[in-house]
């Protein structure tokens, strides 16, 4: 059997319509969704399969989508490929999906996981609100030019490499003054792409800070167990199996860049020889193959 890695993904890979079929065909899908629509007062699948966009794509709401559907998927690997889950050696998520990857291990129940999603959603939504920002990714450079770039292009305001993605994909977040002048800059550089993210703001940079402390209060109010398998941390791309140090590391997280190729690169050392993306869209499969380009990756979609 295969060692086996699972891959939860994170904010940005909603699209209206996801679950639908899932859920119609698979009871347990159904069922995550039903008590999911219970503890947050609305019908989450009706936003998931109808939107529309807009309020799918809102932090506050895009979040637990994601967290559900992921989880739905994973009921859809359990019925489809029964093999699998028993050789699964590792969980990650990218960002959010650090929650649904905790879930699975066991450290967090469903419930208690969603009422954290939910809380962290409302508290970075909040945070964006106050600070208009965004986040850019910057193609086709190494990390250091990126670095080097963001430290040109900030001036008096906050300006931060987000996220480590992979060779080539590096984001930088910061506020929309900031962002703005990045990629006036890349395109007065030449040859340098950039992606504005459909995102609402500043994640994991320091105009976050209000969020952190609302989600240390509302991790505060739940159980975190040691993970039955271990789940790799976006703070320092390795595997944490004491609950106080997850509980820190989650709260970190919002403020700190997420460093998903060493993740990736820690899963290969470790062994990992099959890989599934569990949830919606397929970017963890393309940051994979960008890392490891003969690399055993399968989706399995919500």
């Given at each position: 059997?295969?060692?086996?890695?699972?891959?939860?993904?994170?904010?940005?890979?909603?699209?209206?319509?996801?679950?639908?079929?899932?859920?119609?065909?698979?009871?347990?899908?159904?069922?995550?969704f039903d008590?999911?629509?219970?503890?947050?007062?609305?019908?989450?699948?009706?936003?998931?399969?109808?939107?529309?966009?807009?309020?799918?794509?809102?932090?506050?709401?895009?979040?637990?989508?994601?967290?559900?559907?992921?989880?739905?998927?994973?009921?859809?690997?359990?019925?489809?490929?029964?093999?699998?889950?028993?050789?699964?050696?590792?969980?990650?998520?990218?960002?959010?999906?650090?929650?649904?990857?905790?879930?699975?291990?066991?450290?967090?129940?469903?419930?208690?996981?969603?009422?954290?999603?939910?809380?962290?959603?409302?508290?970075?939504?909040?945070?964006?609100?106050?600070?208009?920002?965004?986040?850019?990714?910057?193609?086709?450079?190494?990390?250091?030019?990126?670095?080097?770039?963001?430290?040109?292009?900030?001036?008096?305001?906050?300006?931060?490499?987000?996220?480590?993605?992979?060779?080539?994909?590096?984001?930088?977040?910061?506020?929309?003054?900031?962002?703005?002048?990045?990629?006036?800059?890349a395109a007065q550089?030449?040859?340098?792409?950039?992606?504005?993210?459909?995102?609402?703001?500043?994640?994991?940079?320091?105009?976050?800070?209000?969020?952190?402390?609302?989600?240390?209060?509302?991790?505060?109010?739940?159980?975190?167990?040691?993970?039955?398998?271990?789940?790799?941390?976006?703070?320092?791309?390795?595997?944490?199996?004491?609950?106080?140090?997850?509980?820190?590391?989650?709260?970190?997280?919002?403020?700190?860049?997420?460093?998903?190729?060493?993740?990736?690169?820690?899963?290969?050392?470790?062994?990992?020889?099959?890989?599934?993306?569990?949830?919606?869209?397929?970017?963890?499969?393309?940051?994979?193959?960008?890392?490891?380009?003969?690399?055993?990756?399968?989706?399995?979609?919500?």
């Open positions: 059997m295969p060692r086996t890695a699972l891959l939860f993904p994170g904010q940005g890979a909603q699209t209206v319509g996801m679950a639908a079929e899932l859920c119609r065909a698979l009871p347990a899908a159904q069922a995550l008590r999911a629509s219970v503890a947050l007062g609305y019908d989450l699948l009706a936003v998931c399969e109808h939107g529309p966009a807009d309020r799918l794509n809102a932090t506050d709401v895009s979040q637990p989508a994601i967290f559900v559907a992921s989880l739905a998927a994973v009921e859809q690997l359990r019925a489809t490929e029964p093999d699998a889950l028993p050789g699964v050696t590792a969980v990650a998520g990218l960002s959010l999906g650090e929650y649904t990857a905790l879930v699975y291990a066991g450290a967090l129940t469903f419930d208690d996981g969603l009422k954290v999603v939910q809380a962290r959603g409302r508290a970075m939504q909040a945070a964006a609100d106050a600070t208009p920002s965004g986040m850019v990714s910057v193609l086709g450079l190494e990390v250091a030019e990126v670095e080097a770039l963001a430290i040109e292009a900030r001036g008096p305001d906050t300006l931060e490499v987000a996220n480590y993605l992979c060779p080539g994909n590096t984001v930088v977040s910061g506020s929309r003054a900031a962002v703005e002048r990045l990629e006036q800059l550089k030449g040859g340098i792409r950039t992606v504005r993210l459909a995102v609402a703001g500043a994640f994991h940079t320091a105009l976050m800070k209000p969020a952190d402390e609302k989600l240390a209060a509302a991790l505060a109010d739940v159980t975190i167990l040691p993970p039955t398998v271990p789940v790799w941390s976006n703070v320092d791309a390795r595997p944490h199996a004491d609950p106080a140090e997850v509980r820190a590391l989650l709260v970190r997280q919002v403020v700190s860049p997420v460093r998903w190729e060493e993740t990736v690169r820690g899963l290969l050392a470790d062994g990992a020889e099959r890989f599934y993306e569990v949830g919606p869209g397929r970017v963890l499969a393309g940051l994979l193959k960008r890392v490891q380009r003969k690399a055993d990756v399968r989706n399995v979609g919500a």
